[in-house]
T-cell receptor
Framework: LAKTTQPISMDSYEGQEVNITCSHNNIATNDYITWYQQFPSQGPRFIIQGYKTKVTNEVASLFIPADRKSSTLSLPRVSLSDTAVYYCLVGQTGANNLFFGTGTRLTVIP | DAGVIQSPRHEVTEMGQEVTLRCKPISGHNSLFWYRQTMMRGLELLIYFNNNVPIDDSGMPEDRFSAKMPNASFSTLKIQPSEPRDSAVYFC????????????FGQGTRLTVV
């Protein structure tokens, strides 16, 4: 399993774009990168997944450089409701190795 | 679909008692995961099933913990006997095996052992 490293916490003001970077230096060729969001008192929620370059959905964008040793989750114009813990996971889609790290606690400030 | 359903939402029990947590995965999903979350240890994967078969239970902390999946629509996590250090939020999640990393989590069961 590729180990992931994320900042423990981040603060941002409402309306700003937030970028959370995850390092995964030992990522394997078959590994995908997946991000989850967890609100207090709730289970984690899948946000986005990608393999390379850029993926965008209605919630976020995921940027993956060519060497794939890191990835950046981008949240456009955050609101107070985006305050949550964000987890980066790396693993093969064919394997059920859904291991969570410590995550990044994002606090959005009014 | 109502999503992953866990019961009970809250459980308070005395040390030494047996505790059974229940999970109903999303219909059609064939992978099921049990997690435990605490402030100290974060989210720990306890066990996961694929097509009702336990694939990896290396995360199960002790023999006091056991999990079963008798059919595709039901799973249990049992702790016997329970101890105060088992107090945590227990999550169940399910996914479709072709997209195992896109898992859907239940609301969790908050277990308190006194």
């Amino acid at each position: 399993l590729a180990k992931t490293t994320q900042p423990i916490s981040m603060d941002s003001y409402e309306g700003q774009e937030v970028n959370i970077t995850c390092s995964h230096n030992n990522i394997a060729t078959n590994d995908y990168i997946t991000w989850y969001q967890q609100f207090p008192s709730q289970g984690p929620r899948f946000i986005i997944q990608g393999y390379k370059t850029k993926v965008t959905n209605e919630v976020a964008s995921l940027f993956i450089p060519a060497d794939r040793k890191s990835s950046t989750l981008s949240l456009p114009r955050v609101s107070l409701s985006d305050t949550a813990v964000y987890y980066c996971l790396v693993g093969q889609t064919g394997a059920n190795n859904l291991f969570f790290g410590t995550g990044t606690r994002l606090t959005v400030i009014p | 679909d109502a999503g992953v359903i866990q019961s009970p939402r809250h459980e308070v029990t005395e040390m030494g008692q047996e505790v059974t947590l229940r999970c109903k995965p999303i219909s059609g999903h064939n992978s099921l995961f049990w997690y435990r979350q605490t402030m100290m240890r974060g989210l720990e994967l306890l066990i996961y099933f694929n097509n009702n078969v336990p694939i990896d239970d290396s995360g199960m902390p002790e023999d006091r913990f056991s999990a079963k999946m008798p059919n595709a629509s039901f799973s249990t996590l049992k702790i016997q006997p329970s101890e105060p250090r088992d107090s945590a939020v227990y999550f169940c999640a399910s996914s479709f095996s072709r997209s195992p990393h896109e898992a859907f989590f239940g609301q969790g069961t908050r277990l308190t052992v006194v």
